[in-house]
T-cell receptor, first 115, second 117 residues
Framework: AQTVTQSQPEMSVQEAETVTLSCTYD???????LFWYKQPPSRQMILVIR??????QNATENRFSVNFQKAAKSFSLKISDSQLGDTAMYFC????????????FGGGTRLMVKP | DVKVTQSSRYLVKRTGEKVFLECVQD?????MFWYRQDPGLGLRLIYF???????EKGDIPEGYSVSREKKERFSLILESASTNQTSMYLC????????????????FGAGTRLSVL
């Protein structure tokens, strides 16, 4: 079974600075997908960024980028120029090529952006 | 935009009551999911459905059942609520695997915070 580990339960960062959230996973699959989801205090979970394991290039979405290290099974999220609206729970998630598109989530990291 | 709507944001129920949590999606998604969210544990899959009347157990199905009579609606049922089922419940939906451009992306509802007293 796949497992996803987020080793930082809570983090804080000053507004406009950069922060990196860690995620490691364990799988025997070669083809899979990794995700970062954001859950703001209003609680609706939204997708931040997605990485396909067969792609070498790290995914980026505006201020959000990932550092995908396939051999190390590591998938960290970097948030540049942090904004107050980035305050949220962040979940790392894994999905392989199973029929149901099921996700396995990590335990989450609570990020606080301070003014 | 995809919209996943959960019927209640907050629910308070008594031990032993039968509880229904409803979820509706408006994007014709084949897959629907029910998760439970607890601090430090992330999201754990309770059940998912890949078609009408089809369901599969997730990681923690005990004490729960589901119903999917229509494609857009997926209900989570607590047959006899217990205090250890006090939690946040999240519903999600996605396209079936194979539609490449949206592969594996799940869209979530706002959640239902259930308290069982």
């Amino acid at each position: 079974a796949q497992t996803v580990t987020q080793s930082q339960p809570e983090m804080s960062v000053q507004e406009a600075e950069t922060v990196t959230l860690s995620c490691t996973y364990d799988t025997s699959e070669n083809n899979y997908y990794l995700f970062w989801y954001k859950q703001p205090p209003s609680r609706q979970m939204i997708l931040v960024i997605r990485q396909e394991a067969y792609k070498q290039q790290n995914a980026t979405e505006n201020r959000f980028s990932v550092n995908f290290q396939k051999a190390a099974k590591s998938f960290s999220l970097k948030i540049s120029d942090s904004q107050l609206g980035d305050t949220a729970m962040y979940f790392c998630a894994f999905s392989d090529n199973n029929a149901g598109n099921m996700l396995t989530f990590g335990g989450g990291t609570r990020l606080m952006v301070k003014p | 935009d995809v919209k996943v709507t959960q019927s209640s944001r907050y629910l308070v129920k008594r031990t032993g009551e039968k509880v229904f949590l409803e979820c509706v999606q408006d994007m014709d998604h084949e897959n629907m999911f029910w998760y439970r969210q607890d601090p430090g544990l992330g999201l754990r899959l309770i059940y998912f459905s890949y078609d009408v009347k089809m369901k599969e157990k997730g990681d923690i199905p005990e004490g729960y059942s589901v119903s999917r009579e229509k494609k857009e609606r997926f209900s989570l049922i607590l047959e006899s609520a217990s205090t250890n089922q006090t939690s946040m419940y999240l519903c999600a939906s996605s396209l079936r695997q194979g539609r490449y451009l949206a592969k594996n992306i799940q869209y979530f509802g706002a959640g239902t915070r259930l308290s069982v007293l």
